[in-house]
């Protein structure tokens, strides 16, 4: 059985940094991704890494202050965040694929977790 489970979430002051884990099961992937959903909002494109990690991608919104990061050994992928925003607040899921491409869009991706909650006060 597959699984990909977060953790990490939580609630930090605006300013502040966090650290999202998503541990994998079952199999490995290619591709790992971040996405996050705001309430009322469409799910968005976070972050993405491949392969070993020599590839990574992000959304402008956190380019700078998020880093997407793996542990292949460990079969995880972490999301590191700084400088945290309100508007950063949302539920971050983790995402895997073996497809390469289409790394900043939901159909890239057959795999995801739970998701974990983030919130960031003002």
């Known amino acids: 059985q597959v699984q990909l489970v977060e953790s990490g979430g939580g609630l930090v002051q605006a300013g502040g940094s966090l650290s999202v884990s998503c541990a994998a099961s079952?199999?490995?992937?290619?591709?790992m991704g971040w996405f996050r959903q705001a309430p009322g909002k469409e799910m968005e494109f976070v972050a993405a890494i491949v392969g070993s990690g020599s590839v990574t991608t992000y959304a402008d919104s956190v380019k700078g202050r998020f880093t997407i990061s793996r542990d292949n050994a460990k079969n995880s992928v972490y999301l590191r965040m700084n400088s945290l925003k309100p508007e950063d607040t949302a539920v971050y899921y983790c995402a895997g694929d073996d497809r390469l491409f289409a790394r900043a869009t939901k159909m890239g991706y057959d795999y995801w977790g739970q998701g974990t909650q983030v919130t960031v006060s003002s």
């Open positions: 079952g199999r490995t992937f290619g591709k």
